[in-house]
């Protein structure tokens, strides 16, 4: 079931300028949407990587911190102070509250330097059981939704749940398939037909999804076509994103090189059996999204 438009929204808020940009998107959205933000501050502590004994979060300071996250954000969302690993609790937290979305900020790290300092928003999106949000940059309408798809049965949810988004937002949405490889993806221009078509009647009227085709390294070419876009909204699907330090995954390699939001969207166990059993697609090897 495609849960968009999001009613409650869980915002990872730290006291930085990369939260508050998350804040703000996931502001302009409840907005959009009509749904109840929440936020979730995590202060950090890591075994095995800080020296020192867990600190007590006493509840002074617990009060502490939320009335510093309470005048920031202003009056009215919920908040939660937890303490521990940072993505592991807003995590933790999504699985017992269940939100519809989970809203974080993201540096944009790469090379060594995000090695040694990680990435929440990475850690996050490995493990959340709902779509995550990684904000970056201004605030602006949502216009156009960029959707990758390589003809798998996750990537064809990732594009049902981009549709669906596109048709809440009154946004245009742009249908992109990019391989190295052509002649394994066959007639391109008529496998994208019929994922489009197989999309809701009304959605399609809402969304008015174009096609275009792209030959190239799908990472390159999925951060061209996202000029002029406001959102890339692309799947993950119960692997580990992190397959190598350095160069990672599609999604991966998007998310800290998009300047524009992107949506991570991961498959349901259920859905993913349904549409392989519907469709018998095969995986493509060379337009992983996630």
């Known amino acids: 079931m495609i849960r968009f438009p999001p009613k409650r929204i869980l915002v990872a808020y730290d006291l930085t300028d990369v939260s508050r940009t998350a804040w703000r998107h996931a502001a302009a959205l409840a907005e959009a949407c009509g749904a109840v933000l929440e936020v979730v501050y995590v202060e950090p502590w890591q075994a095995g990587v800080d020296l020192m004994p867990p600190p007590v979060l006493t509840p002074s300071g617990a009060r502490e911190l939320r009335a510093q996250v309470r005048a920031e954000i202003g009056e009215g969302p919920k908040i939660s102070i937890l303490h521990g690993d940072p993505a592991s609790r807003v995590v933790e937290l999504a699985r017992l509250n269940h939100p519809d979305m989970i809203v974080v900020g993201t540096h944009g790290r790469k090379g060594l330097r995000r090695v ?12 959340s059981p709902v779509p995550v949000l990684a904000a970056r940059g201004k605030v602006r309408g949502i216009r156009s939704i960029l959707a990758p798809v390589n003809f798998t049965p996750y990537a064809e949810y990732g594009l049902q749940y ?37 999309l809701p009647e009304e959605v399609r009227k809402a969304c008015r999804p174009v096609t275009e085709s792209a030959v190239g390294e799908p990472v390159k070419c999925i951060l061209k076509a996202r000029r002029g876009q406001d959102w890339v909204v692309l799947v993950t699907h119960g692997k580990s994103l992190i397959k190598d330090a350095f160069f990672g995954t599609t999604l991966e390699q998007v998310l800290r090189r998009s300047s524009v939001p992107v949506l991570s969207v991961p498959v349901p166990d259920r859905v993913l059996h349904a549409l392989r059993v519907g469709e018998g697609a095969r995986p493509e090897k060379s337009t992983r999204p996630g």
């Open 162 to 198: 981009a549709a669906a988004a596109a048709a809440s937002l009154m946004a245009g949405l742009k249908v992109l398939h990019a391989t190295d490889d052509p002649v394994w993806s066959g007639n391109v221009g008529f496998r994208l037909s019929r994922l489009v078509h197989r």
């Open 116 to 127: 040694m300092l990680g990435s929440t928003a990475e850690a996050v999106i490995r493990s």
